[in-house]
């Protein structure tokens, strides 16, 4: 069966240190992967997909940048974090491209950032 | 571009009343699926149903019914016999091909 690990669990950094989170899926090939943003109390934003190794879409411009080095690992990075990039951030795969429905997908556990 | 709309940020209802969470979407891509997905206060994003465009029938998972009426774009999720446990925020959204895009979310109280 497949699963999703994302890790740490919870984070608090200074502004204007570094980032990385790490995300990583077993149990399947060459999945399509993504980088949500959700704050407290509002719905999911889309940061960052990636259909393929080194393939990498971004959905918002900011001072976040997201790197797939394997085929199923996926990191998310910043070089200064700012107080306004705090929030949960969920990783989610799903199957490579099946029709033009879309496949359901599933979410790693997630990691909520503090940044003060 | 696709766009999906939760109007009812928050609802309480009442333990064993059906609940319905509206759900309007607008794409202009002939062929799509619809989602919802419940997250409890814990953060866990959990599947709950999906509606291919070309599907002829609403589709239906235990106690989760997609209300699918395709020509005014809605998809709105009908929880029969509500429970406690199913008191969280439900996130409706729309995929095609690669990515899917959420709404804001509705979250449901259910009153004991």
């Known amino acids: 069966s497949q699963t999703i690990h994302q890790w740490p669990a919870t984070l608090v950094q200074p502004v204007g240190s570094p980032l990385s989170l790490e995300c990583t899926v077993e149990?399947?090939?060459?999945?399509?992967l993504y980088w949500y943003r959700q704050a407290a109390g509002r719905g999911l934003q889309l940061l960052f997909y990636?259909?393929?190794?080194?393939?990498i879409s971004s959905e918002v411009p900011q001072n976040l940048s997201a790197s797939r080095p394997q085929d199923r690992q996926f990191i998310l990075s910043s070089k200064k974090l700012l107080l306004s990039d705090s929030g949960f951030y969920l990783c989610?795969?799903?199957?490579?491209?099946?029709?033009?429905?879309?496949?359901?997908?599933?979410f790693g556990p997630g990691t909520r950032l503090t940044v003060l | 571009a696709q766009k999906i709309t939760q109007t009812q940020p928050g609802m309480f209802v009442q333990e064993k009343e059906a609940v319905t969470l509206d759900c309007t979407y607008d794409?202009?891509?002939?062929?799509?699926?619809l989602f919802w997905y419940k997250q409890p206060s814990s953060g866990e994003m959990i599947f709950l149903i999906y509606?291919?465009?070309?599907?002829?029938q609403n589709a239906t998972e235990g106690r989760y019914s997609l209300n699918f009426q395709k020509a005014r774009k809605s998809a709105n999720l009908v929880i029969s016999a509500s429970q406690l446990g199913d008191s969280a925020m439900y996130f409706c959204?729309?995929?095609?091909?690669?990515?899917?895009?959420f709404g804001k979310g509705t979250r449901l109280h259910i009153l004991p």
């Open positions: 989610a795969w799903s199957s490579s491209l099946t029709s033009g429905g879309g496949d359901e997908q599933f």
């Open positions: 149990g399947t090939s060459n999945p399509n």
């Open positions: 990636s259909v393929g190794i080194g393939q």
């Open positions: 794409t202009s891509d002939p062929s799509y699926g």
């Open positions: 509606q291919g465009s070309y599907d002829q």
């Open positions: 959204a729309i995929a095609r091909w690669d990515k899917i895009i």
